[in-house]
């Protein structure tokens, strides 16, 4: 309870008291991350799939939708998002990098990842939704939970905290190696009985969409230890939503 407390706590906005704030604590939080993504992505698919059954364009329901997130998670991962890309924009040493994360405005960078971001969002929620309530229902599901797996595995053993406070040194390299592998087979078998609700070829590229949505997760992370030296509260947040769009995005193909 105390796992699942901290990550719909530092999640979402949804009702969760944090009655522990440690390392033990957050290493459950972080393995209960996709659980709290599935519940914020079954929100914002309701929001889209009630305004297709009420007559909305796929538009206007892939903008309703991509609504619903930033408001359960008070912006938090769109934030992280722009502010890691002001650092990594930055072209600065990681001390001073740092910083510029750390400031409240948003750079020139950071605008231009929430916009090209939140557009491409927008759009491959578009056409999902234009092939059908039920596959863009469901991609938003699937894609709001890889993109909490993603924090999962950016928790693990071995990659550290670029600052020593703050939910990044709080949450960085709790999670085994062995529990972040588990976590994502079951989230990835969980994915796969998504897709099989159409056919055996939606369950494997559902699958393979959430892989290589990781793998560009992967990539971004590995991007910020090396810029950063570590991560903070912000590359996770950036971690989610590189996550969650590139999902999306291989959703429409094939």
């Known amino acids: 309870m105390d796992g699942l407390r901290f990550a719909f706590g530092t999640l979402t906005v949804l009702p969760a008291r944090i009655t522990r704030w440690d390392r033990d604590a957050a290493r459950s939080g972080m393995l209960c991350a996709p659980l709290a ?15 297709l059954l009420l007559g909305a364009s796929p538009l206007v329901a892939a903008v309703l939708t ?37 400031r409240s405005d948003i750079g020139p960078f950071g605008v231009l ?27 938003v599901a699937v894609a709001s939970a890889v993109a909490r797996l993603a924090l999962t595995l950016a928790s693990r053993h071995g990659v550290p905290a670029a600052r020593p406070e703050g939910l990044g040194a709080i949450v960085a390299a709790t999670v085994p190696r062995r529990s972040a592998a588990l976590a994502t087979a079951v989230v990835l078998a969980l994915v796969g009985a998504a897709g099989a609700v159409f056919s055996p070829y939606d369950a494997l590229r559902h699958v393979l969409a959430a892989l290589v949505a990781l ?8 991007r910020c230890v090396r810029r950063f030296g570590g991560v903070t509260g912000d590359v996770f947040g950036g971690v989610a939503e590189v996550a969650g769009t590139v999902t999306l995005v291989a959703l429409t193909l094939g």
């Open 37 to 51: 993504g599935l519940v914020v992505g079954l929100f914002a698919a309701a929001a889209g799939g009630v305004s």
């Open 66 to 102: 991509a609504v619903v997130p930033a408001l359960l998670t008070r912006g938090l991962h769109l934030d992280g998002l722009a502010d890691t890309a002001d650092g990594l924009g930055s072209a600065k040493p990681a001390e001073e990098a740092l910083r510029v994360m750390k």
């Open 113 to 139: 990842a929430l916009v090209f971001v939140l557009f491409t969002q927008v759009a491959a929620l578009a056409e999902l939704y234009g092939e059908g309530w039920a596959d863009g229902t469901v991609a």
């Open 215 to 222: 793998g560009a997760a992967e990539v971004l992370l590995r």
